[in-house]
């Protein structure tokens, strides 16, 4: 039987002296989809997945597909593809010439190469040097090289952070391909935007811990961040009524700005709210809504901001 767990970590720590990179990191990564390691530079994410990949040592203990990353190192990291944030790639080969010298090297039959690089895009850039390659075609690069063995797990150490917005969407793209093939992919960013793009679970470190984990939704509703819904009233006179019929459907800090009435609400009533006022015979002329966001989340668990 097949875990759903394809990612453990049990009481992780890794100290360079006295500064802990890993604290204490306890988690599991559901098989399937995109989970994204948020944080902000010097976090210890990069640090985290040397760690699943056993490139340096730590206390705990971390399996991959199963298999200990110490005890069974070799089968753990035989579950992985790992796209590093910066290719180390040899320029003076071809892109043909690098794919088949890491297949070789991992017994991977050559076929692979072909299927590969259809994949990535880079069919008609085979013979090219890898000097010659684009920011955006070398990150492809390294995501075939990660894919030659077939792996079920991934890892992407900032994959989008050198490239421009074209190739981020493209790198997306490719990404959900291989989610809608089964993959669980972990990709750690400091880019909010991949986040909302494409992660379905979110592991968000800071200073060397994980302070939350869960949807973007989960983590908006355990911060209780509120919602902006504006509302602009046909009769202006009937503006103290709005006021009481809003407060007690449950919106707060209602305030008058101009031709608007502003207030917080949960993002799951904004609806019900507006319906109160109709209800009571209240004629909304225009309203409309600022959500919460991964930013207002982001910022209010690493502390670097306080959100209303």
Request: hydrophobic share 45%; charged share 25%; glycine share 8%.
């Amino acid at each position: 039987m097949v875990s759903e767990q394809t990612i453990t970590l049990e009481s992780v720590t890794k100290a360079y002296g006295s500064f802990k990179a890993g604290d204490d990191l306890t988690a599991s990564v559901e098989r399937g989809g995109v989970w994204a390691l948020l944080g902000p530079n010097g976090a210890g994410k990069t640090t985290l997945l040397k760690c699943m990949l056993g490139l340096i040592h730590f206390k705990g203990r971390i399996t991959i597909e199963g298999f200990d990353v110490v005890a069974k190192g070799k089968a753990a990291r035989g579950m992985i593809g790992y796209v590093p944030q910066q290719p180390s790639l040899y320029n003076n080969l071809s892109v043909l010439e690098t794919l088949r010298f890491y297949a070789d090297m991992r017994g991977v039959k050559r076929a692979r190469i072909t299927e590969l690089l259809e994949f990535v895009g880079l069919e008609l850039w085979g013979r090219a040097s890898v000097a010659a390659l684009s920011s955006g075609m070398r990150q492809r690069l390294m995501l075939a090289i990660a894919l030659l063995s077939d792996p079920p797990t991934l890892l992407l150490d900032e994959p989008t952070a050198n490239l421009d917005v074209r190739r981020q969407l493209e790198f997306r793209t490719l990404l959900n391909v291989l989610v809608s093939e089964g993959k669980t992919i972990m990709l750690t960013t400091h880019l909010l935007g991949d986040v909302d793009q494409i992660a379905r679970n979110i592991m968000v470190m800071n200073r060397g811990k994980l302070v939350a984990t869960g949807t973007t939704n989960e983590l908006m509703q355990q911060l209780d961040l509120s919602a902006q819904l504006y509302i602009e009233l046909e009769d202006q006179a009937t503006t103290d009524k709005a006021m009481t019929i809003l407060e007690k459907a449950g919106a707060k800090d209602v305030s008058i700005k101009n031709s608007w009435m502003v207030m917080g609400v949960d993002p799951t009533v904004k609806l019900k709210i507006l319906n109160s006022l109709n209800e009571s015979g209240v004629a909304v002329k225009d309203f409309k809504v600022d959500e919460p966001n991964l930013e207002d989340a982001f910022l209010r668990l690493t502390g670097e901001a306080d959100v209303n």
